[in-house]
Every structure is written in structure tokens, then in C-alpha cells.
């Protein structure tokens, strides 16, 4: 079965440094999305991305964040410059959303960013 | 409340018995999903319920959803110990909302063997 996978399942950084976070969909899905979940938190929404643009971003994904998809497959996260309050589990998911079963999101297995 | 809450917050129960969490939301809705999540991993999605279903099954889960009470249950038949893991609901807004996931504090759900 399809699934999205994401490297690293562990990133661990310094303070102020950038980091990538990298997803590959699943191949025939056309939405994309990052989300991230503070250690006993809620899963927060961060951005959503079809046709290569930001669809829509919430209120954490600030200047410090950005989205690409490189290629036809990959699609990753970047942080500029990292703060101790990034520290997170990441998750990818995308959907296909052409029709009325197919709105379901699938998530990636995450990765654990830690910043020191 | 916040968009998105479950209750309990944590639910023990033994194998066998059933176990159900129950989801509340503020906005109006176009679908309402269910994750599973184990301890540190990745969500897993369970199940979709849209907004003009009532009630729907999957092997041993049924999700209702009353849009009136802005309301959805998750009910899991005959518990194992592989089912012990942390459940939310995600809700999407109407298409003009956008598609984003908002997410509930979850249910954690330990099934004793």
C-alpha cells in the first residue's frame, strides 16, 4: 500500500541553525501538507501546497519557514534559523481530493526535530 | 471548548470490552476523521465520516456523527492490547475554509491484557 514517508525520523540541531525536513507524498496525490506536534500537544496545522504555491498557512509558519517541492516527488520543510520552541514531531501528509473518497489525509511517520 | 476536543482525556479498559471516545467541534464541518497514533509515531488514519453521513463502519470501529450536537463518537468493538494508542479526531472546514486539519487533544486509550 502507498504511504508517505518522510527523512530523517531524528534531526537534532543547534540553535539558529537551518534545517530540512524532507517528505515524499504519495505519488499521485496533488495536496500537500506539514503539520507539526509539540511533545503533549495538539497536532497543529503549518501549511498547505498545491501547484507549487501555498494554499493556505497558519499563524506559526512565519518568514522563518518555507515549503518546496523540487521535484515530483519530494517535498520538504525548511526552517532558516532554528529556536529552541521549534523543537517538534513534524508530519507530511497529502491527499488526493478528486473525489469523494479520496479527502482522506495521509500522514508520514514524522520526524523528531530536536534544537538545543 | 476548543475546536475538536475529546473525551475522556484517558480511557483504561480490559481486552475484550469495548471502548468509546466521544469528539467535539465548534464550526461547521465537511469531513471528520479519526487518527490513531502509538506512542512518539505517526498518525494513522482510521476513518472518514463526511458531513451527510450519520454513522459509518470499518472492521471493528464505528464512527457516528451528529452534526446537530456537533458531535462524533468513536466506538472500538472487543478491545485488544494492540489497540492501546491515542486516538483524535480532525476536522476539515467547508471547502471555502480550506482543507487544513484541525486536530483534538486525543483520547488516551490503554487496553489491558
Known amino acids: 500500500e502507498p504511504e508517505v514517508t518522510q527523512t530523517p525520523s531524528h534531526q537534532v540541531t543547534q540553535m539558529g541553525q537551518e534545517v530540512i525536513l524532507r517528505c515524499v507524498p504519495i505519488s499521485n496525490h496533488l495536496y500537500f501538507y506539514w503539520y507539526r506536534q509539540i511533545l503533549g500537544q495538539k497536532v497543529e496545522f503549518l501549511v498547505s501546497?498545491?501547484?507549487?504555491?501555498?494554499?493556505?498557512k497558519s499563524e506559526i509558519f512565519d518568514d522563518q519557514f518555507s515549503v518546496e517541492r523540487p521535484d515530483g516527488s519530494n517535498f520538504t520543510l525548511k526552517i532558516r534559523s532554528t529556536k529552541l520552541e521549534d523543537s517538534a514531531m513534524y508530519f507530511c501528509?497529502?491527499?488526493?481530493?478528486?473525489?469523494?473518497?479520496?479527502?482522506?489525509?495521509?500522514f508520514g511517520p514524522g520526524t523528531r526535530l530536536t534544537v538545543l | 471548548s476548543q475546536q475538536g476536543e475529546e473525551d475522556p482525556q484517558a480511557l483504561s479498559i480490559q481486552e475484550g470490552e469495548n471502548a468509546t471516545m466521544n469528539c467535539s467541534y465548534k464550526?461547521?464541518?465537511?469531513?471528520l476523521q479519526w487518527y490513531r497514533q502509538n506512542s512518539g509515531r505517526g498518525l494513522v488514519h482510521l476513518i472518514l465520516?463526511?458531513?451527510?453521513?450519520r454513522e459509518k463502519h470499518s472492521g471493528r470501529l464505528r464512527v457516528t456523527l451528529d452534526t446537530s450536537k456537533k458531535s462524533s463518537s468513536l466506538l472500538i468493538t472487543a478491545s485488544r492490547a494492540a489497540d492501546t494508542a491515542s486516538y483524535f479526531c480532525?476536522?476539515?472546514?467547508?471547502?471555502?475554509?480550506?482543507?487544513?486539519?484541525?486536530f483534538g487533544t486525543g483520547t488516551r486509550l490503554a487496553v489491558r491484557p
Open positions: 464550526t461547521s464541518i465537511n469531513n
Open positions: 501546497f498545491y501547484n507549487n504555491e501555498i494554499s493556505e
Open positions: 501528509a497529502s491527499t488526493d481530493r478528486r473525489g469523494a473518497s479520496t479527502d482522506t489525509q495521509y
Open positions: 480532525a476536522t476539515d472546514g467547508l471547502p471555502s475554509s480550506g482543507d487544513k486539519l484541525t
Open positions: 465520516i463526511r458531513s451527510n453521513e
